[in-house]
């Protein structure tokens, strides 16, 4: 069964510093992996996903990702930490056979970005 | 862009009582999804549908149901409110057959039961 760790509830790095968000899987197949976030008071919104060639992935507000099939993990990386950055991540795992897919959540890490 | 309404921001109710939570999008996405919320948790799926009068049980459907009458609309439905489901219940949707397809979230609804 699709599952997804991710290591560390709270999160806190300086303006500027590396961001770091840990997340590791375990799946049976070639997982389909996705990192959202979720800023105050919102929905969740696709930073970026995995699904195969490139094993590391680009997003959004600067964000990357890289698979690592021999660790079994998919953390979430940012050279430069800004304070709008300050949100909840989750990564996900897609699970299920085609036209029951569903995404199974992560419990969260909240970012915290000090000035 | 893709919108994905939730009909209500904050809801107040009573042990016992019916609630309905009411979710739509403007996208024809065929899946939609009911999940809720709490800290240190992350988010636990309740129902899903892929299609209008289509239900698949989630990991946690215990107290609760759904309803796709139309492809646009999903709801939730709590029998028989309890306080251990005071929590933020998320709605999203996303293609059927486009792998990989993204899900789509609504801003949530914040539910109190007292």
């Known amino acids: 069964a699709q599952s997804v760790t991710q290591l560390g509830s709270h999160v806190s790095v300086s303006e500027g510093a590396l961001v770091l968000l840990r997340c590791n899987y375990s799946?049976?197949?070639?997982?389909?992996l996705f990192w959202y976030v979720q800023y105050p008071n919102q929905g969740l919104q696709l930073l970026l996903k995995?699904?195969?060639?490139?094993?590391l992935v680009k997003g959004i507000n600067g964000f990357e990702a890289e698979f690592k099939k021999s660790e079994t993990s998919f953390h979430l990386t940012k050279p430069s930490a800004h304070m709008s950055d300050a949100a909840e991540y989750f990564c996900?795992?897609?699970?299920?056979?085609?036209?029951?897919?569903?995404?199974?959540f992560g419990q969260g890490t909240r970012l915290t970005i000090n000035p | 862009d893709v919108k994905v309404t939730q009909s209500s921001r904050y809801l107040v109710k009573r042990t016992g009582e019916k609630v309905f939570l009411e979710c739509v999008q403007d996208?024809?996405?065929?899946?939609m999804f009911w999940y809720r919320q709490d800290p240190g948790l992350g988010l636990r799926l309740i129902y899903f549908?892929?299609?209008?009068?289509?239900?698949e049980k989630g990991d946690i459907p215990e107290g609760y149901s759904v309803s796709r009458e139309k492809k646009e609309r999903f709801s939730l439905i709590l029998e028989s409110a309890s306080t251990n489901q005071t929590s933020m219940y998320l709605c999203?949707?996303?293609?059927?057959?486009?792998?990989?397809?993204?899900?789509?979230f609504g801003n949530g609804t914040r539910l109190t039961v007292t």
């Open positions: 996900a795992v897609l699970k299920g056979l085609r036209g029951a897919q569903k995404l199974v």
């Open positions: 799946s049976s197949v070639p997982p389909y």
């Open positions: 995995y699904t195969t060639g490139a094993t």
């Open positions: 549908s892929y299609d209008v009068k289509m239900k």
């Open positions: 999203a949707s996303s293609f059927l057959d486009r792998d990989n397809s993204p899900l789509h």
């Open positions: 996208m024809d996405h065929e899946n």
